[in-house]
């Protein structure tokens, strides 16, 4: 089964952009969509938006439509989320995950991105 | 898009069963059934427990059991063991304008 391994924790300055990998191994990417879910501290899980690979169509939850972009790299079975205009609020821990027939899995180790001045 | 409402907290004792609804409306939850359950541990990402409704996958035990009735989806821990002590997240799909939505979350605690 796939494995999603996602970068290192971040720190970044209000105003800045962030962008987290996430890259598979052990499977067949283009099976899969990849979507972004963040959860914010002790806060419930929220979904941000998604990648078909093996397209290269996005799409986005309206909340975060226009300062969110998710692209994909078939040849590294790689997947960005890209959050630009951080504020505070945008202090959270994102997940990367696999998604097949509407379902979440699997998911990465999740990366901290903390957004601080 | 709003998050699909869970109950804050639910316990049991060892060997008790609890369950969980997760209540949504006719775009999301009652619309399809895509609906799915996933386990969180502290500091840990979440692991799918239960998908489409009510299907559980490899290595989940079948303590572990999902339905459906209307807008509601529900998930029920039986035999409850220490182990299942977690926060437990619904999601559904919400069609392609919306995609998917998650539930506000339900902490299990095992007294």
């Known amino acids: 089964q796939v494995q999603l391994v996602q970068s290192g924790a971040e720190v970044k300055k209000p105003g800045s952009s962030v962008k987290v990998s996430c890259k598979a191994s052990?499977?067949?990417?283009?099976?899969?969509?990849i979507s972004w879910v963040r959860q914010a501290p002790g806060q419930g899980l929220e979904w941000m938006g998604r990648?078909?690979?093996?397209?290269?169509?996005?799409n986005y939850a309206q909340k975060f439509q226009g300062r969110v972009t998710i692209t994909a790299d078939k040849s590294t079975s790689t997947a960005y989320m890209e959050l630009s205009s951080l504020r505070s609020e945008d202090t959270a821990v994102y997940y990367c995950?696999?998604?097949?027939?509407?379902?979440?899995?699997?998911w990465g180790q999740g990366t901290l991105v903390t957004v601080s001045s | 898009q709003s998050a699909l409402t869970q109950p804050p907290s639910a316990s049991g004792s060892p060997g008790q069963s609890v369950t969980i609804s997760c209540t949504g409306t006719?775009?999301?939850?009652?619309?399809?059934?895509?609906v799915s359950w996933y386990q969180q541990h502290p500091g840990k990402a979440p692991k799918l427990m239960i998908y489409?409704?009510?299907k559980r996958p490899s290595g989940v035990p079948d303590r572990f059991s999902g339905s459906k009735s209307g807008n509601t989806a529900s998930l029920t821990v039986s035999g409850l063991q220490a182990e299942d002590e977690a926060d437990y997240y619904c999601?559904?799909?919400?069609?392609?304008?919306?995609?998917?939505?998650f539930g506000t979350g339900t902490k299990v605690t095992v007294l």
């Open positions: 489409e409704v009510s």
């Open positions: 052990g499977g067949t990417f283009s099976s899969y969509t």
């Open positions: 006719s775009s999301d939850v009652g619309g399809y059934n895509y």
């Open positions: 995950a696999g998604t097949i027939v509407y379902t979440f899995d699997p």
């Open positions: 999601s559904s799909y919400a069609g392609s304008n919306n995609f998917y939505v």
């Open positions: 990648i078909i690979p093996i397209l290269g169509i996005a």
